[in-house]
């Protein structure tokens, strides 16, 4: 490919100088002698072009040698050349003016137009007599530089003055005119680098230097030979890319290049030899299988106690769908030629088929070596199978001009592997017994059973196998069942799965039968006795209390009676009630009967199923032989006259469902001793009645139930009651309050620990001390507040109610002004005779203690070996292991220092307080800060004339040195202070800690055992303390059994127990 570009090339001028001579203007100019110097600059395109003559591919043997045909075509061409001259010259005024010069200088080469105006120095004016220095350069381009190779230039000055001077080129070589070529192979898979030993020029070009020749052009040919390739060029073809390089030689065009790719093919490498070998067959037959089911049938009716027989037929059907035979074995590919191949394809070609192509990777390689073998395995389906034939094996290695066959290789079935795909399959045959077990109440497996035996599938996997069609036909014998019943569906359901690869998947059929067990029309006779009522009443109290009158006015000397009025009231808080009796069951039927569920109704509502077991009582007849179902007890009664053994215990009665049904054989009688909560709150009213529901199906007018006859309860007069919290025990007490100097008036002979069982209203009157003689403050109001308890027995809350009557002081003598007033300790100040308001007054009474100690902490708990309830047969007795467990907690050590503060209204009108502190100040350490003393009601509170009101204080300091209290008040008419009282603790840093022992006991607590007539049926023995108390100072624990029983047959209920622990602090 040609490439034009451009390059400057500066050529030599050589001027020769030749004076023409001079001539002399007018005006008196003379121009001197002219000197010049010039080059010529050339500017150049080149281009290069590389063919290959011989054609871009080219076929070598192995080990042999080939030639490819190139040319090389170079082009010089030049652009343009430039011609500059320059040079200098001499002005001089030999006139007898002034004149300016300005020279004009033209050439005789140059186009036309192209002059140079000379610059002069100095320049300017030039004087009479003056000379001056001009200088000029001149451009243009000239396409041949030999045809204007000389000239004449002309100076002309501006008065018309003239000089010539011949100008001469000589043309010189110079570095612009060459450029060197390269050429190698450096491209592709072949380079000269690598493979210089097979790579061989007919002409060494690379370094020639090109120059006038290739004006225009000229071209370089020349032959490669490629000798000697390597043998790995046979799986893959070799490329060599030849490049051709030009650099012109100075200038500033850049280096031009053209290349050209040549495809190098290795003949000759190829060479296989093809074999079969191995050969194996095999048939693959497929089946499929159909599964059908019928039988069974519907609106099957059995009677009681007989069998009923269903007949089923199965048909499980095998057919051959397909048959296709395999052709495997080995194809063996041996490399005949000396250079490694490659395996490109591979088939095999059964005969009467179309070949079918191997994939390369089946082979344990894919590459050759020289002389190398490879194998390939095969397996081609053979549809003409059983039929013998042959196999052949075509190979085609990579860059081979044909594929290499095998011999062929004859093949038969007579020892073929065979294959069935779904030749066998499992059947399993499972009846569904669920409707039966819920409808009739039976366990299958004891009411069904199939003939012949044999005829049937297994109902569990893995099932039979079956490697060919076969049908199974049988009865499924159902019975005898005892009782009679709703519609039951029995559903037979086989399945049938193909083995062997089979893609079929399981089949399944199906076949229902449906029946009635008809002809029970008797119900069972139901009946209750002995029966029994127990109630257990929990009471609530209310009282209320009253005063008359209340007020008393009393002369000194003069005592008085206080009458108050107290109604106690006794309410029915909440009842737990209990039903126990005997509840017989017979069956008068000649069949079987089986009960599905027994219940206590009553006109209230107030019971339903019976509890799972009967307590105590016998069960008459009864055995466990023939037992149906689960969770049930056979009766059977009487058999020829004599009555089967029979078991006595608890009877297991169902509670729901039909699962538990009992079983009561023909004249069988069942008993029951039954003990069943009859509710909580009110007393139950009304009828209760016993029911006994049959399993479905009986056909009576009357239904599937029978009830017992009606009996009246009567819970208000139980056959027994225990009352909780039924009595009370009565107590009054009195307190009094308010400032009366020193009178301060008790009531006595109040009532103490009076019991009361029943609501009642009556009166009592408590004493009234007599008013002092002397002393007494009259007119001073004081209230004596009672406050009567009534404490429930056996636990609950206490009920309380208050009256209070005010007493006051009347008629009091005179006091004279000298004799002083007695008073108690410290005495209470009279109030002044003034109509000012006064300050409350606060007292600190005596009495104040100071304690460094705390508070051991008890804890005490009891567990028992059985848990939250025991089950005693009558006329045995169990035993229980109690634990008792007490823990004390170490105290936290407090200095404390408490008392009481006595704030006393010292006017004739009423005084509010607001706040009642305490100060203490200690001798060795800072005082703590102000403490609020605990007042009877809170503060604010309002203080009558001469009222006083005692407040308590507890205030803690940080160690234990003496120290003073003294009390503050505030009320409305300002504030005042207490006088100090000492305090100190005892000897030895304070007392002892309080509560480090305490006295443990222990009580049994059943209202409804204490009841019974014999209390020997409970026994304590073991470890328990002597007289049920126990004093301990650590941790304890301690263990004793109690027994319970025996207890006669009429005892049988549910008795609360609890074993309550008690844990009393000692100092």
Same mark, same amino acid.
């Given at each position: 490919m040609l490439t034009n570009s451009t390059c400057l090339f500066l050529l030599a001028v050589l001027v020769l100088l030749c004076p023409l001579g001079s001539v002399t203007g007018q005006a008196g100019l003379q121009i001197g002698s002219i000197t010049t110097s010039g080059s010529v600059a050339a500017r150049h395109n080149w281009g290069i072009v590389k063919t290959l003559t011989s054609g871009t591919s080219l076929e070598v043997p192995l080990a042999g040698s080939g030639t490819a045909n190139y040319v090389i075509t170079v082009t010089r061409t030049t652009a343009e050349q430039k011609v500059t001259v320059k040079g200098e010259f001499t002005v001089q005024n030999q006139g007898t003016a002034v004149v300016t010069p300005q020279p004009t200088v033209t050439f005789s080469t140059a186009p036309s137009g192209t002059s140079a105006v000379a610059s002069c120095d100095p320049a300017g004016d030039l004087a009479v007599g003056g000379s001056t220095r001009c200088a000029f350069t001149a451009s243009w381009t000239d396409s041949s530089v030999t045809a204007a190779a000389s000239g004449t230039l002309t100076v002309t000055a501006a008065t018309g003055e003239t000089a010539q001077q011949q100008y001469n080129i000589a043309i010189a070589d110079n570095n612009g005119n060459c450029? &060197?070529?390269?050429?190698?192979?450096?491209?592709?898979?072949?380079?000269?680098?690598?493979?210089?030993?097979?790579?061989?020029?007919?002409?060494? $070009?690379?370094?020639?230097?090109?120059? =006038?020749?290739?004006?225009?052009? +000229?071209?370089?040919?020349?032959?490669?030979?490629?000798?000697?390739?390597?043998?790995?060029?046979?799986?893959?073809?070799?490329?060599?890319?030849?490049?051709?390089?030009?650099? !012109?030689?100075?200038?500033?065009?850049?280096?031009?290049?053209?290349?050209?790719?040549?495809?190098?093919?290795?003949?000759?490498? @190829? *060479?296989?030899?093809?074999?079969?070998?191995?050969?194996?067959?095999?048939?693959?037959?497929?089946?499929?299988?159909?599964?059908?089911?019928?039988?069974?049938?519907?609106?099957?009716?059995?009677?009681?106690?007989?069998? $009923?027989?269903?007949?089923?037929?199965?048909?499980?059907?095998?057919?051959?769908?397909? /048959?296709?035979?395999?052709?495997?074995?080995? +194809?063996? %590919?041996?490399? &005949?030629?000396?250079?490694?191949?490659?395996?490109?394809?591979v088939t095999v070609t059964v005969s009467g088929q179309s070949p079918t192509t191997v994939p390369v990777s089946n082979c344990d390689s894919a590459t050759l070596q020289a002389q190398g073998t490879a194998s390939c395995t095969f397996n081609v389906t053979n549809p003409s199978a059983p039929a013998a034939g042959t196999v052949t094996a075509t190979v085609t290695l990579m860059g081979a001009s044909s594929a290499a066959t095998s011999p062929a290789a004859n093949f038969d079935y007579q020892t073929a592997t065979t294959l069935d795909l779904g030749g066998t399959a499992t059947i399993t045959d499972a009846l569904d017994t669920q409707n039966l077990r819920t409808t009739a109440g039976n366990l299958a497996v004891s009411l069904i059973r199939v003939e012949p035996a044999d005829q049937s599938p297994p109902s569990t996997a893995p099932g039979l196998t079956l490697s060919d069609s076969r049908t199974f036909t049988y009865n499924v014998i159902v019975g005898q069942l005892a009782r009679c019943t709703q519609t039951i569906t029995l559903s037979n359901v086989v399945t049938l799965t193909p083995q062997q690869g089979s893609q079929q998947g399981s089949l399944t059929a199906s #076949? @229902?039968?449906?029946?009635?067990?008809?002809?029970? =029309?008797?119900?069972?006779?139901?009946?209750?006795?002995?029966? @029994?009522?127990?109630? #257990? %009443?929990?009471?609530?109290?209310?009282?209320?209390?009253?005063?008359?009158?209340?007020?008393?006015?009393?002369?000194?000397?003069?005592?008085?009676?206080?009458?108050?009025?107290?109604?106690?009231?006794?309410?029915?808080?909440?009842?737990?009630?209990?039903?126990?009796?005997?509840?017989?069951?017979?069956?008068?039927?000649?069949?079987?009967?089986?009960?599905?569920?027994?219940?206590?109704?009553?006109?209230?509502?107030?019971?339903?199923?019976?509890?799972?077991?009967?307590?105590?009582?016998?069960?008459?007849?009864?055995?466990?032989?023939?037992?149906?179902?689960?969770? %049930?007890?056979?009766? /059977?009664?009487?058999?020829?006259?004599?009555?089967?053994?029979?078991?006595? *215990?608890?009877?297991?009665?169902?509670?729901? *469902?039909?699962?538990?049904?009992?079983?009561?054989?023909?004249?069988?009688?069942?008993?029951?001793?039954?003990?069943?909560?009859?509710?909580?709150?009110? !007393?139950?009213?009304?009828?209760?009645?016993?029911?006994?529901?049959?399993?479905?199906?009986?056909?009576?007018?009357?239904?599937?139930?029978?009830?017992?006859?009606?009996?009246?309860?009567?819970?208000?007069?139980?056959?027994? @009651?225990?009352?909780?919290?039924?009595?009370?025990?009565?107590?009054? &007490?009195?307190?009094?309050?308010?400032?009366?100097?020193?009178?301060m008036p008790q009531l006595t002979g109040l009532p103490s620990q009076q019991q009361i069982c029943e609501s009642r209203t009556w009166t009592y009157t408590g004493a009234i001390t007599a008013v002092p003689v002397a002393g007494a403050i009259c007119n001073q109001p004081v209230t004596i507040t009672n406050n009567a308890q009534a404490l429930p027995a056996g636990g609950g809350s206490v009920v309380s109610a208050q009256a209070a009557i005010t007493v006051m002081a009347v008629g009091c003598p005179v006091a004279s002004p000298t004799t002083p007033i007695p008073g108690p300790a410290p005495p209470l100040p009279v109030p002044p005779p003034s109509t000012s308001i006064q300050p409350a007054i606060a007292t600190v009474n005596p009495g104040v203690a100071a304690a460094s100690a705390g508070n051991y902490i008890w804890s005490v708990s009891v567990s028992n070996s059985v848990g939250p309830s025991l089950e005693v047969p009558y006329a045995d007795s169990r035993a229980v292991q109690y634990t008792v467990a007490a823990v004390r907690a170490e105290p936290t050590a407090a200095n404390t220092v408490t008392g009481e503060i006595t704030v006393a209204n010292p006017n004739i009108g009423p005084l509010t307080v607001s706040s009642v502190t305490v100060t203490l100040a200690t001798s060795s350490a800072a005082a703590p800060p102000p403490v609020a003393a605990t007042c009877p009601t809170p503060l604010p509170i309002t203080l009558a004339a001469g009222a006083n009101v005692v407040c308590k204080f507890s205030a803690t300091v940080s160690d234990t040195g003496s120290g003073q209290v003294s009390a503050a008040v505030t009320s409305d008419a300002g504030s005042s202070s207490s006088q100090a009282v000492l305090y100190a603790f005892g000897s030895g840093g304070g007392a002892a800690s309080t509560g480090e022992c305490a006295v443990i006991s222990d009580d049994l607590s059943s209202p409804l055992l204490q009841a019974l007539a014999s209390n020997s049926s409970v026994a304590v023995t073991d470890n328990r303390p002597a007289g049920n108390s126990m004093k301990v100072c650590d941790d304890t624990t301690y263990i004793f059994t109690a027994s319970f029983g025996p207890f006669s047959e009429t005892a049988c209920r549910i008795y609360p127990v609890s074993w309550l622990m008690r844990c009393v602090h000692r100092v």
């Open positions: 450029a &060197t070529l390269m050429d190698t192979f450096s491209g592709g898979t072949l380079t000269s680098a690598a493979n210089a030993q097979s790579i061989q020029y007919s002409t060494n $070009l690379s370094g020639m230097q090109v120059c =006038d020749a290739a004006d225009p052009s +000229v071209q370089y040919a020349y032959t490669v030979t490629f000798s000697n390739l390597d043998a790995k060029f046979c799986s893959t073809p070799a490329t060599a890319t030849n490049l051709a390089t030009l650099t !012109p030689v100075g200038g500033t065009m850049p280096a031009q290049t053209d290349s050209q790719t040549l495809t190098i093919t290795l003949t000759g490498c @190829q *060479g296989a030899k093809v074999t079969v070998g191995n050969i194996q067959t095999s048939v693959i037959n497929s089946f499929s299988w159909a599964l059908t089911k019928t039988g069974g049938g519907s609106s099957l009716t059995t009677p009681p106690d007989q069998e $009923l027989s269903i007949p089923f037929t199965i048909t499980a059907t095998r057919t051959q769908q397909s /048959t296709v035979g395999t052709v495997a074995g080995t +194809v063996t %590919v041996q490399n &005949t030629a000396a250079a490694p191949a490659t395996i490109s394809t #076949a @229902q039968a449906t029946f009635t067990v008809v002809g029970c =029309d008797v119900l069972p006779n139901v009946a209750l006795s002995g029966m @029994q009522m127990w109630s #257990a %009443v929990t009471w609530n109290w209310q009282m209320q209390k009253v005063a008359t009158p209340n007020t008393y006015q009393l002369q000194p000397g003069q005592g008085g009676s206080a009458n108050y009025q107290v109604t106690l009231t006794r309410n029915r808080q909440s009842g737990n009630y209990w039903l126990s009796g005997t509840l017989t069951i017979t069956n008068p039927a000649s069949y079987t009967m089986f009960i599905s569920s027994v219940a206590l109704t009553s006109t209230a509502g107030q019971f339903g199923v019976l509890p799972p077991n009967c307590i105590g009582g016998s069960s008459i007849g009864a055995t466990t032989t023939g037992m149906v179902g689960s969770n %049930v007890v056979a009766a /059977t009664g009487t058999v020829g006259g004599v009555v089967a053994p029979g078991v006595v *215990g608890a009877v297991s009665w169902p509670t729901t *469902g039909l699962n538990g049904a009992f079983e009561l054989r023909a004249g069988a009688q069942v008993q029951c001793d039954f003990n069943v909560s009859a509710g909580t709150g009110a !007393p139950p009213q009304g009828n209760i009645q016993a029911m006994a529901t049959t399993a479905t199906g009986i056909i009576s007018s009357a239904g599937n139930v029978a009830y017992s006859s009606n009996y009246p309860m009567n819970f208000v007069n139980p056959t027994q @009651q225990w009352d909780i919290s039924g009595c009370v025990m009565f107590s009054d &007490t009195a307190t009094t309050t308010g400032f009366a100097g020193t009178w």
